[in-house]
């Protein structure tokens, strides 16, 4: 890696071609022996073995970015300066499975074992997703000494994801992200191995979503109908990127609250608030009993659920207010029909169940938020519950809760990277352990894993990737890397080389302390 | 200058890990409090930023057709087409104003008679516009605008003036729905409150590559702040090239590409004349100096461990000679490359410990008959150092601590008083003691909290402190500064503003413009204006601008 050299003065000693996230298994060749590496020369390719070939578009892709990676690593060297050294020709990858063409979904086998040596490296995978999680690994080991001649050690690696979602959240409701900062984001993603894109596309303060069958709802709810949505042609855009890097896109549209900017585009769909006897001209959550409503819903998850093929959907269900429903004398008259009595947690449930309804119906799964358990609702077994509430109680608690009920959960309440502060909070984040809970091993087999948040109320394109790595790095780790990987000052080292390695790759990736890369980011 | 700071020998990762204690150092954290989504408003005033002394905005529209509207020297004005500061001025701010439309179609339509504002005529009415000087501390930025149908005028009696006055002019126009330039006739008389707005930038824990200072100089131009405060070395790096001593930075420097050039330095120096800012180094000492002494040899002072050098070394040794003329030197350049009349000096955190265990020291000590006392060793040398900046007559500024030790100052040093704690109490013994006084303290932009922590800077109130009136006399400004632990050009931007702006209106406007959500609505739009102009100004809440960043 170029400027690593000058790193080591900066850092102590930091492993040639240091990982982050950091491997499952690494074998440095106990007797030395590296190549050096010619960018331009080297070659990617596929091995004999492998079921998949030219043709597959995931990894001819992959061999493009990451040949340009390679080659955009820093000025070419003096390759010929050790002429004694030998020259590291290629890497093959062997696929054992021949798929290339779907998505990567929850089932993903992502492990992979890779050797380098002299003439040959070799990459073998299940699938093409393990294949990708490896090139990345590959190009992390490719170092630079002073001279700027590239090098390759002589290396043997096994790994494998610690938990199957790995997950990072944008919202792009309360600040409009351009395509281009989600596509960047994405790239920078694969660099960390996550592998799921949670797109908090909607919410109350806009609607950047552009529905087909409801075009109204961007036209009316977007902060601009012409530059501040999301067309369909977007979002294939980022769903393709996504899985040509081998990350899932799950879309959340969350009801019932959080739906103010659903309001002007869909007349009657949400709550007519009251003052006293009279509407009070403000509107509340989705309104839970009207027909309309779930005749909306059936058709907007309908195309949803074309649009976006992951097999889950997040149907958020968070921090609904029942203010609005109790103003209401229609829904009052609602609630006593239904025998709910003062209990807006029933109404709450009464929709949730009907829109759980509609979304199996479209032979989908779902997300939702930590509410929907908490408050009783009746969900299919296979529902993964998010745990992000900070505020009530230690998450640890919810997490045994969730399991102990026997659904799977996914973490999130330690890592709300929008919530920024003074210093190197990383560390915080690297620390959390998801396991440290009470409750049995079946319980801990439920937790598949956890999402690094950054939510919108202060962040849109001018800062958010700063803000965003390498901090999201921390997490990244810990959902790959073994448990016993936690050592702060190792993670330090290899952290602070990697955002030079973000940097040089034009990823305005901020600082983790004093020091400095070679070359700055200069991507202005 | 900053409790940070202490931390010395980062250089290592377990060092710089410790320094995540720093968390308790820095203010408490404010409580997680739910943000009440503040309602964005129409201020009154616009989109002005920051709000003028005084100011009449009429109902009647003029508009700017861009293929016509021109910026010229009105009659009678001293200065003209052979001043290029108003030259570059001119063709900036036409470009702010109309460069960022779709605007070259049209034009050659006719605007009903009455109805055009065709220049905005600028007249400098001093014998001596200052066009070829550098501001400085008593530079004039008094302006008046005057907006009627069919010319504005704007006068100033220099320069200064006149450049802050463009920019006024440029943030009352604007375009409406059907991208028409708009203006309404008003009347504007303007000043600054203190002539002292600084923005305080360190370039040593972190290089900042030229681009990010020249854009950080245009942001200030488009806040009124008139002062870089260019840290420019520290323990970190000693980025700056000096011609005298070119091993300083060969060897103190991160690398030979993390320099500035004496041309970097004459480019930046020249480039914030150009839009009326003064630069004043920093070039602190004897503590924060480790990376002085890789290019210097026996310029710092070796510590002991017992009997034996430890290997590691302290502040500037002041007990030699060939310290003294070593900074003679250094300053005498100094002096001449950076042409404003103060310097800053630093002077702050000085750490005893390795003085204390030099038994060279300890001897000089008994010599000048110190005692046990180190801060008599340290003021000793902090007058010597005055001493020969005084000799290359220039100012200085001096950090807190020099005032609070008891060195004996020059009645026009400038104490700069940045300790967060009791900082109301400080000014009131720094200029009950007679001096001028700058303030920071409540202004470290490095210290990053959830939410709006632009209200807080924005609720400072300068002349907050006791003392006569005589004293408040002597309160002649602040700065913004962003310290540079966790701040590189990859964040700098979007962590300085618009969070300085909030400074930035403090140091100019009235006392009594203190109201927060006029001022919430006004730099919303100020924001997206900076955005417009090439600025990444992070936002302030939820919410959009018409042209989002650029960029990326």
């Given at each position: 890696?170029?400027?690593?050299?000058?790193?080591?003065?900066?850092?102590?000693?930091?492993?040639?071609?240091?990982?982050?996230?950091?491997?499952?298994?690494?074998?440095?060749?106990?007797?030395?022996?590296?190549?050096?590496?010619?960018?331009?020369?080297?070659?990617?390719?596929?091995?004999?073995?492998?079921?998949?070939?030219?043709?597959?578009?995931?990894l001819?892709?992959?061999?493009?970015?990451?040949?340009?990676?390679?080659?955009d690593?820093g000025?070419?060297?003096?390759e010929?300066?050790?002429?004694?050294?030998?020259?590291?020709?290629?890497?093959?990858?062997?696929?054992?499975?021949?798929?290339?063409?779907?998505?990567?979904?929850?089932?993903?086998?992502?492990?992979?074992?890779?050797?380098?040596?002299?003439?040959?490296?070799?990459?073998?995978?299940?699938?093409?997703w393990?294949?990708?999680?490896?090139?990345?690994?590959f190009?992390?080991?490719?170092?630079?000494?002073e001279?700027g001649?590239?090098?390759?050690?002589?290396?043997?690696?096994?790994?494998?994801?610690?938990?199957?979602?790995?997950?990072?959240?944008?919202?792009?409701?309360r600040?409009?992200?351009?395509?281009?900062?989600?596509?960047?984001?994405?790239?920078?993603?694969?660099?960390?191995?996550?592998?799921?894109?949670?797109?908090?596309?909607?919410?109350?303060?806009?609607?950047?979503?552009?529905?087909?069958?409801?075009?109204?709802?961007?036209?009316?709810?977007?902060y601009?109908?012409?530059?501040?949505?999301?067309?369909?042609?977007?979002?294939?855009?980022?769903?393709?990127?996504?899985?040509?890097?081998?990350?899932?896109?799950?879309?959340?549209?969350?009801?019932?609250?959080?739906?103010?900017?659903?309001?002007?585009?869909?007349?009657?769909?949400?709550?007519?608030?009251?003052a006293g006897?009279?509407p009070?001209?403000?509107?509340?959550?989705?309104?839970p009993?009207?027909?309309?409503?779930?005749?909306?819903?059936?058709?907007?998850?309908?195309?949803?659920?074309?649009?976006?093929?992951?097999?889950?959907?997040?149907?958020?269900g968070?921090e609904?207010?029942?203010?609005?429903?109790?103003?209401?004398?229609?829904?009052?008259?609602?609630?006593?029909?239904?025998?709910?009595?003062?209990?807006?947690?029933?109404?709450?449930?009464?929709?949730?169940?009907?829109?759980l309804?509609?979304?199996?119906?479209?032979g989908?799964g779902?997300?939702?938020?930590?509410?929907?358990?908490?408050?009783?609702?009746?969900?299919?077994?296979?529902?993964?519950?998010?745990?992000?509430?900070?505020?009530?109680?230690?998450?640890?608690q919810?997490?045994?809760?969730?399991?102990?009920?026997?659904?799977?959960?996914?973490?999130?309440?330690?890592?709300?990277?929008?919530?920024i502060?003074?210093?190197?909070?990383?560390?915080?984040?690297?620390?959390v352990?998801?396991?440290?809970?009470?409750g049995?091993?079946?319980?801990?087999?439920?937790?598949?894993?956890?999402?690094?948040?950054?939510?919108?109320?202060?962040?849109?394109v001018?800062?958010?990737?700063?803000?965003?790595?390498?901090?999201?790095?921390?997490?990244?780790?810990?959902?790959?890397?073994?448990?016993?990987?936690?050592?702060?000052?190792?993670?330090?080292?290899?952290?602070?080389?990697?955002?030079?390695?973000?940097?040089?790759?034009?990823?305005?990736?901020?600082?983790?302390?004093?020091?400095?890369?070679?070359?700055?980011?200069?991507?202005? | 200058?900053?409790?940070?700071r202490?931390?010395?020998?980062?250089?290592?990762?377990?060092?710089?890990?410790?320094?995540?204690?720093?968390?308790?150092?820095?203010?408490?954290?404010e409580?997680?409090?739910?943000?009440?989504?503040?309602?964005?408003?129409?201020?009154?005033?616009?989109?002005?930023?920051?709000?003028?002394?005084?100011?009449?905005?009429?109902?009647?529209?003029?508009?700017?057709?861009?293929?016509?509207?021109?910026?010229?020297?009105?009659?009678?004005?001293?200065?003209?087409?052979?001043?290029?500061?108003?030259?570059?001025?001119?063709?900036?701010?036409?470009?702010?104003?109309?460069?960022?439309s779709k605007?070259?179609?049209?034009?050659?339509?006719?605007?009903?008679?009455?109805?055009?504002?065709?220049?905005?005529?600028v007249?400098?009415?001093?014998?001596?516009?200052e066009?070829?000087?550098?501001?400085?501390?008593?530079?004039?930025?008094?302006?008046?605008?005057?907006?009627?149908?069919?010319?504005?005028?704007?006068?100033?009696?220099?320069?200064?003036?006149?450049?802050?006055g463009?920019?006024?002019?440029s943030?009352?126009?604007?375009?409406?729905?059907?991208?028409s330039?708009?203006?309404?006739?008003?009347?504007?008389?303007?000043?600054p409150?203190?002539?002292?707005?600084?923005i305080?930038?360190d370039?040593?824990?972190?290089?900042?590559?030229l681009?990010?200072?020249?854009?950080?100089?245009?942001?200030?131009?488009?806040?009124?702040?008139?002062?870089?405060?260019?840290?420019?070395?520290d323990?970190?790096?000693?980025?700056?090239?000096?011609?005298?001593?070119?091993?300083?930075?060969?060897?103190?420097?991160?690398?030979?590409?993390?320099?500035?050039?004496?041309?970097?330095?004459?480019?930046?120096?020249?480039?914030?004349?150009?839009?009326?800012?003064?630069?004043?180094?920093?070039?602190?000492?004897?503590?924060?100096?480790?990376?002085?002494?890789?290019?210097?040899k026996?310029?710092?002072?070796?510590?002991?461990?017992?009997?034996?050098?430890?290997?590691?070394?302290?502040?500037?040794?002041?007990?030699?000679?060939?310290?003294?003329?070593?900074?003679?030197?250094?300053?005498?350049?100094?002096s001449s490359?950076?042409?404003?009349?103060?310097?800053?000096?630093?002077?702050?955190?000085?750490?005893?410990?390795?003085?204390?265990?030099?038994?060279?020291?300890?001897?000089?000590?008994?010599?000048?008959?110190?005692?046990?006392?180190?801060?008599?060793?340290?003021?000793?040398?902090?007058?010597?150092i005055?001493?020969?900046?005084?000799?290359?007559?220039?100012?200085?500024?001096?950090?807190?601590?020099?005032?609070?030790?008891?060195?004996?100052?020059?009645?026009?040093?400038?104490?700069e008083?940045?300790?967060g704690?009791?900082?109301?109490?400080?000014?009131?013994?720094?200029?009950?003691?007679?001096?001028?006084?700058?303030?920071?303290?409540?202004?470290?932009?490095?210290?990053?909290?959830?939410g709006?922590?632009?209200?807080?800077?924005?609720?400072?109130?300068?002349?907050?402190?006791?003392?006569?009136?005589?004293?408040?006399?002597?309160?002649?400004?602040?700065?913004?500064?962003?310290?540079?632990?966790?701040?590189?050009?990859?964040?700098?931007?979007?962590?300085?503003?618009?969070?300085?702006?909030?400074?930035g209106?403090?140091?100019?406007?009235?006392?009594?413009v203190?109201?927060?959500?006029?001022a919430y609505?006004?730099?919303?739009?100020h924001?997206?204006r900076?955005?417009?102009?090439?600025?990444?100004?992070?936002?302030?809440?939820?919410?959009?601008?018409?042209?989002?960043?650029?960029?990326?």
């Amino acid at each position: 890696m170029a400027g690593l050299g000058l790193a080591l003065l900066l850092l102590g000693l930091v492993p040639a071609g240091a990982v982050w996230p950091q491997p499952q298994l690494v074998r440095e060749s106990p007797g030395g022996g590296r190549c050096r590496l010619s960018p331009s020369r080297f070659r990617f390719g596929y091995a004999r073995s492998s079921a998949v070939g030219p043709g597959c578009a995931v990894l001819d892709q992959a061999f493009r970015r990451y040949q340009r990676l390679l080659r955009d690593a820093g000025p070419r060297g003096p390759e010929d300066t050790r002429p004694w050294e030998p020259l590291c020709a290629e890497l093959l990858v062997s696929v054992a499975t021949p798929h290339c063409d779907g998505f990567p979904d929850m089932d993903s086998v992502e492990s992979y074992k890779l050797s380098t040596s002299e003439d040959l490296s070799l990459l073998s995978s299940e699938s093409v997703w393990g294949a990708l999680r490896g090139l990345e690994t590959f190009s992390q080991l490719i170092w630079r000494d002073e001279d700027g001649t590239f090098y390759l050690n002589k290396t043997d690696i096994v790994d494998f994801p610690r938990f199957a979602h790995r997950g990072l959240l944008l919202d792009t409701s309360r600040h409009y992200l351009p395509v281009r900062a989600i596509l960047e984001t994405l790239d920078v993603m694969a660099y960390n191995k996550f592998n799921v894109f949670h797109w908090h596309i909607v919410d109350d303060p806009s609607f950047p979503y552009e529905s087909a069958a409801f075009p109204e709802l961007s036209q009316k709810g977007a902060y601009n109908p012409v530059t501040h949505v999301y067309t369909l042609n977007d979002v294939k855009l980022v769903i393709e990127y996504a899985r040509l890097r081998g990350i899932r896109v799950i879309s959340e549209f969350d009801t019932p609250g959080h739906t103010h900017s659903w309001g002007p585009g869909a007349p009657g769909l949400l709550t007519p608030c009251y003052a006293g006897s009279i509407p009070s001209g403000v509107h509340g959550p989705v309104n839970p009993i009207l027909n309309t409503t779930y005749q909306f819903m059936t058709e907007l998850f309908r195309e949803i659920s074309t649009v976006f093929p992951d097999f889950y959907l997040h149907l958020g269900g968070d921090e609904v207010d029942f203010t609005c429903w109790r103003s209401n004398p229609e829904i009052q008259a609602f609630m006593q029909r239904m025998g709910f009595g003062q209990d807006y947690a029933k109404l709450e449930s009464f929709y949730i169940q009907r829109l759980l309804d509609i979304i199996s119906s479209y032979g989908k799964g779902y997300v939702v938020w930590q509410e929907v358990f908490d408050n009783g609702v009746k969900v299919k077994p296979d529902t993964i519950i998010h745990v992000w509430r900070e505020n009530a109680g230690p998450y640890q608690q919810e997490v045994a809760r969730v399991t102990k009920a026997g659904y799977r959960a996914l973490l999130s309440a330690p890592w709300y990277l929008n919530r920024i502060s003074y210093g190197q909070d990383w560390q915080t984040a690297y620390q959390v352990e998801p396991l440290e809970f009470e409750g049995s091993p079946e319980q801990k087999e439920l937790v598949i894993g956890g999402e690094a948040c950054m939510w919108g109320e202060y962040v849109d394109v001018t800062n958010l990737t700063p803000r965003l790595w390498p901090r999201a790095g921390a997490i990244a780790e810990r959902l790959w890397s073994n448990k016993t990987v936690r050592g702060l000052q190792d993670a330090y080292r290899r952290l602070a080389n990697f955002r030079c390695t973000l940097l040089r790759r034009g990823i305005q990736a901020q600082p983790l302390f004093t020091g400095y890369c070679d070359p700055e980011y200069s991507g202005f | 200058m900053e409790p940070a700071r202490l931390f010395l020998g980062l250089l290592c990762a377990s060092a710089a890990l410790a320094a995540s204690s720093l968390h308790q150092r820095a203010p408490p954290p404010e409580p997680l409090l739910l943000e009440e989504e503040p309602e964005l408003g129409e201020s009154p005033s616009g989109s002005l930023w920051p709000l003028p002394r005084s100011l009449r905005i009429l109902p009647r529209q003029l508009q700017l057709a861009p293929a016509r509207f021109e910026l010229v020297h009105g009659p009678g004005s001293t200065a003209g087409p052979g001043c290029a500061l108003l030259q570059d001025a001119f063709r900036r701010y036409y470009e702010y104003i109309f460069g960022y439309s779709k605007w070259q179609n049209q034009g050659q339509r006719q605007l009903p008679a009455g109805t055009e504002l065709l220049q905005l005529q600028v007249i400098i009415g001093s014998k001596d516009s200052e066009c070829d000087n550098y501001p400085n501390i008593t530079s004039n930025e008094a302006y008046q605008l005057s907006v009627t149908e069919p010319v504005a005028v704007l006068k100033a009696e220099k320069v200064w003036g006149a450049l802050r006055g463009l920019e006024t002019f440029s943030q009352l126009v604007y375009e409406d729905d059907y991208g028409s330039f708009l203006i309404n006739e008003s009347e504007i008389t303007d000043y600054p409150r203190f002539a002292h707005r600084g923005i305080l930038l360190d370039t040593s824990r972190h290089f900042l590559p030229l681009k990010s200072i020249l854009t950080n100089l245009d942001a200030m131009a488009f806040n009124k702040f008139n002062v870089l405060h260019w840290h420019i070395v520290d323990d970190h790096s000693f980025p700056y090239q000096s011609i005298t001593f070119p091993e300083l930075s060969g060897k103190g420097s991160y690398t030979y590409d993390h320099i500035y050039t004496p041309t970097d330095v004459r480019l930046v120096v020249d480039y914030a004349r150009l839009r009326g800012i003064r630069v004043i180094p920093e070039f602190d000492s004897p503590g924060h100096t480790q990376s002085w002494g890789k290019g210097q040899k026996d310029l710092l002072t070796p510590c002991f461990n017992g009997e034996h050098q430890s290997g590691s070394y302290g502040p500037v040794n002041p007990i030699l000679n060939t310290t003294y003329h070593f900074m003679t030197d250094l300053f005498k350049e100094i002096s001449s490359v950076f042409p404003d009349a103060y310097i800053h000096l630093g002077g702050d955190e000085v750490d005893f410990t390795c003085w204390k265990s030099n038994p060279d020291v300890t001897e000089f000590m008994m010599q000048q008959g110190f005692g046990i006392d180190y801060a008599k060793l340290e003021s000793y040398y902090i007058q010597k150092i005055l001493d020969i900046v005084s000799s290359a007559h220039k100012g200085y500024i001096v950090w807190q601590e020099v005032f609070d030790k008891g060195v004996k100052l020059k009645p026009d040093t400038i104490v700069e008083v940045w300790i967060g704690s009791w900082y109301t109490v400080e000014l009131s013994r720094v200029t009950g003691a007679g001096f001028t006084t700058i303030l920071a303290a409540p202004w470290y932009l490095d210290y990053i909290s959830y939410g709006q922590d632009w209200k807080k800077y924005y609720s400072v109130e300068p002349l907050n402190f006791i003392g006569s009136e005589k004293q408040k006399k002597l309160m002649i400004g602040g700065e913004a500064c962003l310290w540079g632990e966790f701040v590189d050009a990859t964040n700098l931007t979007p962590r300085l503003w618009p969070r300085a702006s909030a400074v930035g209106e403090r140091l100019w406007s009235s006392e009594n413009v203190t109201n927060i959500k006029d001022a919430y609505n006004r730099l919303v739009k100020h924001r997206c204006r900076m955005l417009r102009r090439g600025i990444a100004a992070e936002p302030l809440f939820v919410g959009y601008c018409d042209h989002e960043a650029r960029g990326l």
